[in-house]
Structures are given as C-alpha cells and as structure tokens.
T-cell receptor, first 117, second 114 residues
Framework: AQTVTQSQPEMSVQEAETVTLSCTYD???????LFWYKQPPSRQMILVIR??????QNATENRFSVNFQKAAKSFSLKISDSQLGDTAMYFC??????????????FGQGTILTVHP | NAGVTQTPKFRILKIGQSMTLQCTQD?????MYWYRQDPGMGLKLIYY???????DKGEVPNGYNVSRSTTEDFPLRLELAAPSQTSVYFC?????????????FGPGTRLTVL
C-alpha cells in the first residue's frame, strides 16, 4: 500500500518571502503522479501543481515549484513571493498510475500554512 | 458549467439515522470519487466509480453505500449513522482515472452525528 507523509503540521512565512513544504511518500510502483492541493478556509480543494514520476524536470506553475527527488521519494513544494491568499492547508497526494489505480488519490495529513503581513 | 455540486452543505444526524449525500457533476466525467476528511487530517477514499453501474470500495468503505445509475450522479448513503462518521465529505470527478487528469472537487458536506 502507498503512503504519503507530511511532517510539518504548521508553517508560517512573511509576505513576499519563500517557504518550502515537505512531503515524502512510499510506493512500489515505478509510474505514478504526485500532486499538491490547496485547501483555503472555504474548504474548496484546489490543485496547485502536479508532477509525473517519469519526468525528471521539476514542475513549475508561476510562484509554485516542486523539488522532486525520486530516489529519495521526496516531493517538496516551494512557494515564492508568498501572498496573503496563500494562507491555507496544503496537501500532498499520490496517484499510483500503474495497474488499476483508477485515479484514486492517497493524501498526506496536511500542512497549515499561514502568511503574515 | 457548475462543476461538481454537493447537497446538503451541512447536516446534523442523530445516532442510528440514515441519510444520502448527493453529488452531481456536469462535465461528463466517467470517474467519480467520495472522500472523507476528519478534523486536521487528509482525505481518505470511501468509494469510487469508473462509470455508470460500476462502483468499488476505497480505503474506508464500512458504514457507507453508493450507487451510480447515471454518469452525472454519485450519491453516498449512510446507514445507521455513528459518531465516527462525523466528518467533511467531498465528492470529486475526473475525465479519466489517470494521474494526468485533474480531479475536480465539490465544496464538501459537513456532517455531524450526535
């Protein structure tokens, strides 16, 4: 069975600074997808960024980028130029694309990020 | 497109009562999912469906049932509600059950069982 671990229950950062959220995972599959989701106080789940395991290049989406270390099974999220609207809970998630995953996601416990003005 | 809609937004149940959480998507997605999120935790998969008439269990299916008679609807049934089912329930859908297809989530239903 696959697992996803987020070891930072809470993080805080000053506006305009950079913060990195950590995620480690375990899977026996060679082909899989990793995601970061944002959940603001509204509870809406919003996809922030996704990484395909077979791609060596780290994904980037505007101010959001990942550091994907496949051998170490590590998938961290870097938020640059933090904004007040980035305040949310962030979840790391794994989809074992191999076999019969059918897109089922395994989520980490989440990290609450607070951006201070 | 309304995306994924869920009703109700909030509900309080007494122990032993039953209810159905409704989920509808208007994106013609084949794959649909039900997750629960306990306080301060990540989401856990309850049931999923790969198309009308086809459903399967996820990680935490006990105490729940689902059906999928149409592509659009994927209701979740709670029988004999228990306090352990107090949670926020999310429905999601995707075009295909593959990782490069984004899962779209509904706004959630907050359920309290007293």
């Amino acid at each position: 069975a696959q697992t996803v671990t987020q070891s930072q229950p809470e993080m805080s950062v000053q506006e305009a600074e950079t913060v990195t959220l950590s995620c480690t995972y375990d899977t026996s599959e060679n082909n899989y997808y990793l995601f970061w989701y944002k959940q603001p106080p509204s509870r809406q789940m919003i996809l922030v960024i996704r990484q395909e395991a077979y791609k060596q290049q780290n994904a980037t989406e505007n101010r959001f980028s990942v550091n994907f270390q496949k051998a170490a099974k590590s998938f961290s999220l870097k938020i640059s130029d933090s904004q007040l609207g980035d305040t949310a809970m962030y979840f790391c998630a794994l989809d074992n694309a191999g076999g019969t995953s059918y897109g089922k996601l395994t989520f980490g416990q989440g990290t609450i990020l607070t951006v201070h003005p | 497109n309304a995306g994924v809609t869920q009703t109700p937004k909030f509900r309080i149940l007494k122990i032993g009562q039953s209810m159905t959480l409704q989920c509808t998507q208007d994106m013609n997605h084949n794959y649909m999912y039900w997750y629960r999120q306990d306080p301060g935790m990540g989401l856990k998969l309850i049931y999923y469906s790969v198309g009308a008439g086809i459903t399967d269990k996820g990680e935490v299916p006990n105490g729940y049932n689902v059906s999928r008679s149409t592509t659009e609807d994927f209701p979740l049934r709670l029988e004999l509600a228990a306090p352990s089912q107090t949670s926020v329930y999310f429905c999601a859908s995707s075009r295909q059950g593959l990782g490069y297809n984004e899962q779209f989530f509904g706004p959630g239903t907050r359920l309290t069982v007293l």
